[in-house]
């Protein structure tokens, strides 16, 4: 069986470090490592609109944000096919036949979407496309016959949902689509990167995010401002690491060579942690060596991102390309589920000669 990737973002903004450790480093390894023979990448518009369809001008601008900060992590068009979810109609005609196959409670039950649910106000009324979306999720992941899906363990839930719907296909109609896995980050600090500010998550309306597309400077700000430890107040004073967003961040970025060149008197993360707890290590000190991890990893990217930025139509065209591309798979998909629902009527020469009979013997 082929091994073949799917995985997408929602384009309701520039893309942060929380998306680059949470997924796209490793879209970008696997890609590279070439154990994969397909790898698709969506720009999900028709689910972002789900809960922004009074604001599509929204997504149709960060379309291209998304679409840049892929193209400047290292995603390659020739290896990755890029594309836009909602110019892929097959995914829509897919979505409306899985309906039959989930139950209202079931989506109710979703986790994902019912906290989603609660951060939005939908409780009092729920769009049905929202409380639907992970079923054009499983669309999504199935048109491409995806075996792995990158993602964040917030995505669990949607991996889920979509196997059941794949083993329930299958059992009513016919053996036709693959059930996926997902493929979680590999360390925690990794899955759940929180804002510079220390909530949980990184978050546009928070304003506590570092963009793959900040300046140097900027970079540099947001980490000097960055939430620690409130109770280590001198630098004598033991600190403390659990809930301390500057170590998260390092567990997610920092490796052997970054002590070697920015911190040589320490050999790694666990002794740099060590003198934090013991006190005598001042905040200012590991939030530099920190910018420094951070802007050595983010300066190729913000330059790739310079150079596809000087010509935005090949961009578009790239995009193009990558929807034609993949809207060939999802209607060959299309055609077998079809095929299994037995609702391919013009292409089944038996269906016609039966019903001829049929009524001929009348
Ligand atoms: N739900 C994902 C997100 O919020 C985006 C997405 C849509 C997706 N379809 C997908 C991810 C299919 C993986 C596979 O970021």
Excluded: W
Excluded at 101 to 123: C, D, G, M, W, Y
Excluded at 266 to 288: C, F, P, S, T, W
């Amino acid at each position: 069986m082929q091994k073949i990737i799917l995985t997408g973002d929602r384009p309701t903004g520039r893309l942060h470090v929380g998306h680059y450790v949470g997924s796209l480093r490793r879209r970008v390894e696997l890609q590279n490592h070439g154990d994969y023979d397909k790898i698709f990448i969506m720009i999900a518009d028709a689910q972002a609109l789900t809960d922004n369809f009074d604001n599509p001008e929204k997504v149709r601008q960060n379309i291209l944000e998304v679409a840049l900060d892929y193209l400047a992590v290292g995603l390659n068009p020739d290896i990755s096919t890029i594309f836009i979810q909602s110019q892929i109609p097959e995914l829509t005609e897919l979505t409306f036949y899985y309906m039959n196959l989930v139950t209202v409670a079931r989506l109710q039950r979703n986790p994902t979407v019912k906290s989603e649910i609660q951060l939005r106000n939908f409780e009092a009324s729920i769009p049905v496309g929202f409380l639907c979306y992970p079923i054009s999720q499983a669309a999504d992941i199935t048109a491409f016959k995806a075996t792995t899906v990158p993602v964040g363990d917030d995505q669990l839930p949607m991996i889920e949902q979509t196997r059941e719907i794949v083993r329930k296909f299958n059992a009513i109609y016919k053996e036709t689509l693959v059930e996926p896995e997902a493929l979680l980050p590999d360390n925690e600090a990794c899955m759940r990167l929180p804002g510079t500010d220390g909530m949980a998550k990184m978050s546009k309306s928070l304003d506590n995010c570092i963009y793959l597309a900040d300046d140097p400077k900027v970079i540099n700000q947001k980490i000097l401002s960055m939430y620690t430890d409130p109770l280590h107040i001198r630098v004598e004073d033991p600190g403390h690491i659990d809930g301390n967003p500057v170590f998260t961040y390092l567990e997610a970025f920092c490796k052997a060579e970054h002590f070697e060149r920015y911190l040589p008197e320490y050999m790694n993360l666990d002794e740099l942690k060590a003198h934090y707890q013991r006190g005598g290590l001042g905040d200012v000190k590991i939030k530099k060596f920190l910018n420094n991890i951070l802007q050595e990893e983010l300066e190729p990217i913000r330059l790739r991102r310079k150079e596809y930025e000087k010509d935005i139509s090949a961009v578009y065209d790239i995009l193009k390309a990558g929807s034609e591309r993949a809207r060939e798979i999802a209607a060959q998909t299309l055609s077998e589920v079809k095929n299994a629902m037995r609702i391919n009527y013009f292409d089944d020469k038996e269906l016609l000669y039966n019903q001829i009979s049929n009524y001929s013997i009348k």
